[in-house]
């Protein structure tokens, strides 16, 4: 007798459990309906970005602030820097390589009217850089550095 009443008290409880364990889940499915949606990643995303534009954007003036001091030294930088500049803004924009040039190889060169710009403002950058006692005209200078604003515009950086 004692072992049929453990059974039944047995049989009661996992009927009770299962009705709990059923009510819990038809409560969290209609519940899911009110459930809150968080844009605080959207948010703090807009605000990194925003945030990333500005400092771009003030690298650049400096570079373009250096530029116009007008020394073949000033403009020797202002080149490095821009190049550096457009380095920095693939990196953010996750485009894979190791170095600028690996970078620019990954673009989709169809859609990018500045590509060309690019590569002839880069390899005047390597040959500053490689090159003991590379001459820089004061209009090839300014012809680089257009070609570095022409691309970061384009990236839509400045």
């Known amino acids: 007798m004692m072992v ?3 059974n039944a008290i047995r049989a009661l409880m996992i009927l009770v459990t299962l009705a709990l364990a059923l009510g819990f889940f038809y409560a969290l ?7 809150p949606t968080f844009h605080l990643e959207k948010e703090k995303a807009k605000k990194i970005s925003t945030l990333r534009g500005a400092f771009m954007k003030e ?3 400096a570079v373009v602030k250096r530029f116009l001091l ?3 030294e000033s403009m020797r930088i202002a080149i490095i820097e821009a190049d550096a500049l457009v380095d920095a803004a693939l990196k953010d924009m996750d ?5 600028l040039a690996d970078r620019l190889l990954n673009l989709e060169t169809e859609d990018i ?14 040959d500053l850089v490689h ?12 012809t680089t550095i257009d070609h570095y604003e022409a691309f970061l515009k384009e990236m839509e950086v400045l």
């Open 113 to 126: 009217k500045s590509m060309s710009l690019i590569w002839q403002a880069h390899r005047m950058r390597n």
């Open 4 to 6: 049929t009443l453990l």
């Open 29 to 35: 499915y209609q519940s899911w309906r009110f459930r």
């Open 95 to 99: 485009v894979p390589g190791e170095h």
């Open 70 to 72: 007008g020394t073949p």
């Open 131 to 142: 090159t003991p006692g590379f001459a820089l005209s004061p209009e090839d200078a300014k």
């Open 59 to 61: 690298r650049w003036r």
